[in-house]
């Protein structure tokens, strides 16, 4: 058994292909199901509303600070086992979340999983890419893609039945599948490691990274439940310089974690923006809204997790045929309009109130949310990957995922806020009604900036060369959407 010499079709394909998809479905369903156990996490905790921001915010900050340091750690340590580590960590952190007695202890624990998420996501893709070769690599990636789409489709409904049942189950079940992964790992799939990666790690990088985005995060959250205290202004200020200095370490770093080279064309540069903006908005709706359905429309926890089933099923059977529209005619058209349609998604959310029907309001507003979001992903993937060069393919679509996940992050921390939800109003229909509605609106002001900055910013990118047998590497060149949708280029190639 050989990394990059496996083939579709035999046992030990077979075996690389299932280690991969359940470590990667591992995140996926956690990711999914826990914003629709914080109602009740909430009710056995005892926790305000900032404490379900934190226990939503604490994994993100940890997956998206820290994620492209994992990817480097599989290149120069062995990938199979950083991910290894990483499903480990992962599985032990579900166990002090299942545990946990508080919510200090759950917010705690959920930044340990977030830290086993940074190194398990990119090895799951990366031990495909390492494993396979030629067609066979592009037919193991798809198959990774279609089966994540199906896991993606499950957890809602998983979710919901162990919400129903308790919410510590949510973080439980995680243990028994780590050790399925473990065991099947260790006794089926390749070691593999990058000898030609540059030497060296970006740890200042990485350190600036999370101190920047963790004080952003926390001040933010802060401004938005208690007003301009000085605590809040200040973390604010630190992850600003934070930042700040990150950009200069990246300038000078001779491997960075972001190469400065990538934001010299005002494509690439324009296509972040615009993933800022959406995935700001689409943070804020997956935290909200399976509350709202719960706290005001009096939704069962099962009831509320199908909301968001549409938009993956949408994703899951037409990201694929969008992407080669995208190749037609180019990505400026699909990411104006996609936007400006889910846009008119949240807009329709403006009627889910106590006597909301699921079918009659909560799915077409969902299949119009989903349409947009269809339009929308793989023409900015596309973009994303076109506009870098072919050696910073791998690099650019890692930032692009990370700043995605930032931008998610920072959502839940600023949005709640400026639509005045705070304290206990998660219990309280009345006022967290009025505040979901403010938020949907400032969802869909996100949204159409997004396209405007579409329609004015991004440009077809000019044709580069292709590098000979240009196929996908690393676990960054084939992006993986947050919104539990599969890798948007299954083949790994740039359209």
């Known amino acids: 058994m050989v990394a990059g010499e496996l083939r579709m079709g035999t046992a030990a394909g077979r075996w690389v292909l299932v280690t991969t998809v359940l470590g990667s479905g591992l995140a996926m369903i956690d990711g999914t199901v826990v914003n629709v156990a914080l109602e009740r996490i909430g009710t056995d905790l005892d926790a305000g509303f900032a404490g379900l921001q934190w226990t939503v915010n604490a ?53 340990l999983q977030g830290v086993g998420g940074a190194l398990l996501t990119p090895g799951s893709l990366a031990l495909i890419s390492a494993s396979f070769h030629g067609p066979d690599r592009a037919a193991a990636v798809g198959a990774w893609s279609g089966l994540g789409g199906i896991a993606g489709a499950v957890g809602p409904f998983l979710g919901g039945w162990l919400v129903e049942w308790s919410w510590r189950a949510v973080f439980l079940i995680n243990i028994p599948l780590a050790a399925l992964i473990i065991v099947i790992a260790l006794r089926h799939v390749p070691e593999s490691s990058d000898t030609e990666s540059a030497p060296g ?23 938005g439940a208690g007003g301009a205290d000085p605590v809040s202004l200040v973390a604010v200020a630190v992850g600003v310089l934070a930042l700040a200095a990150f950009v200069l370490v990246e300038r000078r770093s001779p491997h960075p974690l972001v190469p400065p080279a990538l934001f010299r064309n005002p494509t690439f540069t324009a ?30 926890p099962l009831a509320a997790g199908t909301a968001l089933l549409p938009v993956t099923v949408l994703m899951l059977l037409f990201s694929a045929r969008v992407g080669a529209l995208t190749g037609r005619i180019g990505p400026r058209l699909p990411m104006t309009v996609g936007p400006l349609v889910s846009a008119g998604g ?25 349409a947009g979001l269809t339009l929308t992903v793989a023409p900015l993937t596309a973009t994303v990957l076109d506009a870098a060069p072919d050696r910073y393919a791998g690099a650019a679509s890692g930032v692009n995922n990370a700043v995605a996940r930032a931008a998610g992050l920072l959502a839940v921390a600023v949005v709640p806020g400026l639509a005045g939800i705070a ?36 440009r077809r990118p000019r044709p580069a060369a292709e590098a000979p047998d240009r196929e996908c590497i690393r676990v960054e060149e084939c992006f993986q959407c947050p919104v539990s949708g599969p890798p948007l280029h299954p083949s790994g190639t740039r359209r």
Request: one cysteine or more.
């Open 59 to 111: 994994y993100t900050l940890a997956l998206a600070s820290l994620i492209l340091l994992g990817g480097s750690l599989g290149d120069h340590f062995g990938r199979r086992r950083v991910f290894l580590v990483g499903v480990a960590w992962f599985a032990l952190a579900s166990l002090a979340c299942g545990l946990a007695p508080d919510i200090g202890t759950l917010i705690a624990a959920r930044a």
């Open 201 to 223: 790690l970006d740890l200042t990088g990485t350190v600036l990274a999370v101190i920047g985005l963790a004080g952003l995060t926390y001040g933010l959250t802060g401004l």
């Open 271 to 300: 296509a972040n923006l615009a993933t800022v903006l959406i995935y700001g908005a689409m943070g804020a709706v997956f935290l909200l809204l399976v509350l709202q359905l719960q706290v005001v429309a009096g939704f069962t």
């Open 346 to 370: 949240l807009l329709l959310l403006l009627r889910v109130d106590a006597t909301t029907s699921w079918f009659t309001d909560v799915l077409p507003a969902m299949l119009v949310f989903g």
């Open 423 to 458: 304290g206990e109003d998660y219990s309280d229909p009345v006022a967290f009604d009025s505040g979901f509605r403010v938020a949907m609106v400032i969802g869909a002001g996100l949204l159409v900036a997004a396209a405007i900055t579409a329609f004015a910013l991004v």
